[in-house]
């Protein structure tokens, strides 16, 4: 068994809450640790006015950006409709075995919809460190997919931090403030 499925087995032993999902593509927690935010675990936004010029990709005829998470370089989707970072099964793997990733981390279980409308379940984690550019937001919250191949998308989490968000398609890059 998988070092990440046994994980999400045992937050879903100890975590509980309601069902659900949402049609929107908004992800609904179905288990959650209620707890208030640790000086550790509070979110911190980055300096206002602050700009971060990113260079992008354009792969299969989507964005991509480099992140790094947690001190691991990837590359992203850069994808304003998904609600959270989302990352597949084999990154979760590789972070865990990296010691990156604890159950620490795992704060429960949700569901979610795809682009073609389909549910499914994964798990919500904190990733501690997520650089983009120049930038370093802590404590920022994703979505594992139980998927081995699904895309990584960088998401409204992380957006959501940034005041603005402007794309040069010409220079080919993406400004952060």
């Known amino acids: 068994m998988k070092i990440f499925q046994i994980i999400i087995i045992l937050a879903s032993v100890f975590l509980s809450g309601c069902s659900g999902c949402s049609k929107s593509g908004q992800k609904q927690r179905l288990s ?14 980055p300096i206002s006015g602050e700009k971060t010029v990113v260079k992008m990709e354009k792969v299969n005829g989507v964005l991509q950006i480099p992140v790094e998470v947690d ?74 997919v139980h998927n081995l191949n699904a895309p990584l998308l960088f998401g409204q989490s992380a957006l959501g931090k940034f005041g603005k968000i402007s794309i040069d398609n010409n220079r080919g890059e993406i400004t952060f403030e």
């Open 32 to 45: 959650h640790q209620s707890q208030e935010p640790t000086e550790s675990r509070r979110e911190e936004r």
């Open 71 to 144: 001190g691991v370089k990837m590359f992203f989707i850069f994808d304003t409709g998904a609600s959270t970072i989302s990352i597949s099964e084999t990154e979760a793997n590789f972070l865990w075995k990296q010691g990156k990733l604890t159950k620490d981390n795992i704060l429960g279980t949700a569901n979610f919809s795809d682009a073609n409308g389909d549910i499914s379940e994964g798990t919500i984690i904190v990733l501690t460190t997520v650089k983009i550019g120049n930038r370093v937001l802590k404590n920022v919250e994703a979505s594992v």
